[in-house]
């Protein structure tokens, strides 16, 4: 079987995603044209999945590089399950397929394979990506996210997208897809911030029985170079658990998070892992996670790294706050952060929450068995603060414009 087959899950639509995505979202001041040759680097050692997004402004990089790994014999452009993403600027019903064709045009591409709700904050359609008022102020806009889902449906049906999911959403924002009246589509994925410090217990917990794959971005704890990454947030890669588990396993810390991501649903289609890197040993290293197990054991002191920590920010206010058909709240609001929950995928007492004490033990052992017998049967192992950002408490223009977009942000759970 064709080893990228078999390292792919399929998804609710029945199409097949591989379960190793290439990320290529990059700080700023990074040139673009390191991206045009990230993803071919990416391509030639084995990358079949890239992620980009409207929002990334590199969507004409990745496309020639795709088209040059095509021209070459690398890879046919239909062998690459390429996602892109809806941006706010787009969210009224009669823009999302413009945004779309937009992203197409760039990359010279007819469709793409996933196409994603980028973050659930629309905001008033304009050039800019962060349209503002004339005291700097984000303007976001009033948009029933249920048109929005029909108008994504729309570009399932005219073939410009294969599949459709969501990015940054909350249960309830993912229930409230799930029970619109109508729905013809439910979202494949919600591709969501996890990582070892922030496992996502109780989304995933709410993805799986209704077969929606949980995407992990910033699986490798995300660049602290990013202007929205929380400059407080410890280094993943250097947790010293981290760290003592990869020089057991005689790998790298990152390969061991994103084995953590790929092994926990046991080649069932649970969890697929993004992973970003510019330097070709990395982009190399990163791919190199089929071929090794991390113990149950291990997987069990890694769920307990959780401390629902973001790279990310956290939330000013809960998602409950935004409604399918309420207008996005405009910052200043008192934060009522939910407090963390501590709590283990696996559904194991957590040593930081009395409230999982007495929680069923999970199937970690049973999930890695499971995967160890699908990676030999497909002819593959798969392997094996609550504070505002830092950077966003500096008064600048960008950052106060960061500060209100994210403050708008309703955040998965
Ligand atoms: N939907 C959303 O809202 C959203 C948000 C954020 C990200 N994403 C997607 O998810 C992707 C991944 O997330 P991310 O880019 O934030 O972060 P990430 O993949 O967690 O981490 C990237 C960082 O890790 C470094 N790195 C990569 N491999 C490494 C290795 N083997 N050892 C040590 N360091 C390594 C990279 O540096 P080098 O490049 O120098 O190797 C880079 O600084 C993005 O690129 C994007 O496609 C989506």
Request: with cysteine; net charge positive.
């Amino acid at each position: 079987m064709d080893p990228v087959k078999a390292c792919s899950i399929k998804l609710n639509d029945g199409h097949l995603m591989p379960m190793l995505g290439f990320g290529t979202s990059a700080p700023g001041e990074v040139a673009k044209s390191n991206v045009e040759e990230a993803v071919k680097t990416a391509i030639s050692v084995g990358y079949r999945h890239i992620d980009s997004a409207y929002l990334y402004l590199n969507e004409d990089e990745i496309g020639r590089a795709i088209w040059k790994k095509n021209a070459d014999g690398t890879v046919k452009t239909e062998d690459i399950f390429y996602t892109s993403k809806v941006w706010g600027t787009f969210f009224r019903p009669e823009l999302v397929q413009t945004g779309l064709d937009t992203s197409l045009r760039k990359l010279g591409l007819s469709y793409v394979n996933l196409y994603l709700i980028h973050f659930p904050a629309a905001l008033k359609p304009r050039e800019e990506l962060f349209p503002k008022d004339k005291d700097g102020e984000i303007i976001f806009d009033t948009v029933d996210f249920g048109a929005t889902w029909e108008a994504v449906e729309k570009c399932k049906d005219s073939g410009l997208t294969k599949s459709i999911g969501v990015s940054n959403f909350s249960c309830r924002q993912l229930e409230m897809i799930l029970n619109k009246p109508g729905l013809k589509y439910k979202p494949v994925c919600n591709q969501v911030e996890c990582h070892p410090y922030l496992n996502q217990s109780k989304l995933l917990e709410f993805c799986k029985p209704k077969d929606i794959v949980l995407t992990a971005y910033a699986a490798l704890g995300s660049d602290s170079r990013k202007e929205w990454v929380n400059k407080n947030t410890p280094a993943l890669l250097k947790d010293p658990v981290l760290k003592a588990i990869a020089e057991k396993h005689r790998c790298s810390p990152a390969q061991v998070a994103l084995s953590f991501q790929l092994q926990w649903g046991g080649g069932v289609g649970v969890v697929v892992a993004l992973a970003k890197s510019f330097n070709e040993k990395r982009i190399q290293e990163n791919f190199q996670v089929f071929d090794f197990l991390v113990t149950p054991e291990d997987m069990e002191t890694l769920d307990g790294l959780n401390k629902n920590i973001r790279c990310f920010a956290d939330p000013p206010f809960p998602s409950s706050s935004l409604d399918f058909t309420t207008p996005i709240p405009r910052t200043t609001t008192t934060p009522q952060v939910e407090p963390p929950t501590h709590r283990r995928r696996s559904g194991a007492p957590c040593r930081q929450s009395r409230e999982c004490a007495g929680a069923p033990r999970g199937p970690a052992s049973e999930i890695l068995r499971r995967r160890r017998g699908l990676g030999s049967q497909l002819g593959c192992l798969p392997a094996h603060r609550q504070s505002a950002p830092s950077c966003f408490a500096e008064g600048s223009q960008t950052c106060t414009v960061r500060r209100q977009l994210w403050a708008a942000r309703a955040w998965p759970s």
